[in-house]
Nanobody, 120 residues
């Protein structure tokens, strides 16, 4: 069984860096071959995939629209994955989710999501 939990600030000022952490909890039988994705949903809009990092390597993948501002990293020893989004703008206001992708965009576990507002 896998559990994901997002954490980070609720309010970010424009031009600052939005930083969120996803902590993954799982038992020893859980495979390590998955991708950890960050996905967000802005008010009144659909889900937007932002990027991903494999649990078993350091390669990262980003949405073309966010590639210049997004950075995903991981702390394997603590099973934590971090999203940083630089130069935050009000349009980054959204509920941010981390989700486990077991391959071919099959998301089998999601965090509950965390609301982030970008406002001065």
């Amino acid at each position: 069984q896998v559990q994901l939990q997002e954490s980070g600030p609720v309010l970010v000022k424009p031009s600052q860096t939005l930083s969120l952490t996803c902590t993954v909890s799982s038992d020893s039988s859980t495979t390590n071959f998955y991708y950890l994705s960050w996905i967000r949903q802005a008010p009144g809009k659909g889900l937007e995939w932002m990027g991903a990092i494999p649990a078993h390597s350091g390669t990262t993948y980003y949405s073309p629209s966010l590639k210049s501002r997004a950075s995903i990293s991981k702390d394997t020893s603590n099973n934590q994955f971090t999203l940083q989004l630089t130069s935050a703008i009000p349009e980054d206001t959204a509920v941010y989710y981390c989700a486990r992708d077991i391959g071919q965009a099959t998301f089998d576990s999601w965090g509950r999501g965390t609301q982030v507002t970008v406002s001065s």
